[in-house]
């Protein structure tokens, strides 16, 4: 049996399924920002930074996210390499920041993550925060205690 060709309904589905993929192609007003984006009022609002604050520390991170691979992400290469001008020297002292930046543990670091963990060094930031930064960073193992053996190891680390 022959399906009737009905125009109604093929003019209905193109409405649903085509045009609304067209139309964002180019009708979206909405600016592109990388994944992990988060917008400045509202990271304003939950850190001492202001919002032009916030969005000066937007320029900074799409310049070190963008120093090696530009995905809108910071790889520890790309840390390091801001940090310290060096990618490929191992650096215990950085891979320890970057891993207290790190808030979601999958290998990068998103804008959100960035400024929030740039706070704790805000003059105005909690000092509560300020503890719990410094402790996490001697806290090589994750024990909940610092050994003595953690303490000296990055005090050596630091020694220029």
């Given at each position: 049996?022959?399906?009737?060709?009905?125009?109604?309904?093929?003019?209905?589905?193109?409405?649903r399924w085509i045009s609304p993929k067209l139309m964002g192609c180019f009708?979206?007003?909405?600016?592109?920002?990388?994944?992990?984006?988060?917008?400045?009022?509202?990271?304003?609002?939950?850190?001492?930074?202001?919002?032009?604050?916030?969005?000066?520390?937007?320029?900074?991170?799409?310049k070190i996210s963008s120093s090696i691979i530009d995905d809108g992400l910071i790889h520890k290469e790309e840390f390091q390499l801001a940090l310290f001008g060096n990618r490929n020297k191992k650096n215990l002292f950085a891979d320890r920041i970057f891993h207290l930046f790190d808030y979601k543990r999958n290998g990068v670091i998103e804008f959100g993550e960035f400024v929030r963990s740039l706070a704790v060094f805000h003059p105005d930031g909690p000092l509560t925060d300020k503890i719990t930064f410094s402790f996490r960073l001697y806290d090589l193992r994750q024990t909940g205690y610092i050994e003595r053996g953690e303490v000296g190891l990055l005090l050596v680390l630091l020694k220029p």
């Open positions: 049996m022959r399906r009737k060709a009905n125009i109604y309904n093929d003019t209905v589905n193109f409405d009708h979206s007003k909405t600016p592109r920002h990388a994944q992990g984006y988060e917008e400045p009022t509202i990271l304003a609002a939950e850190t001492p930074f202001t919002v032009s604050d916030v969005e000066a520390l937007f320029e900074l991170f799409k």
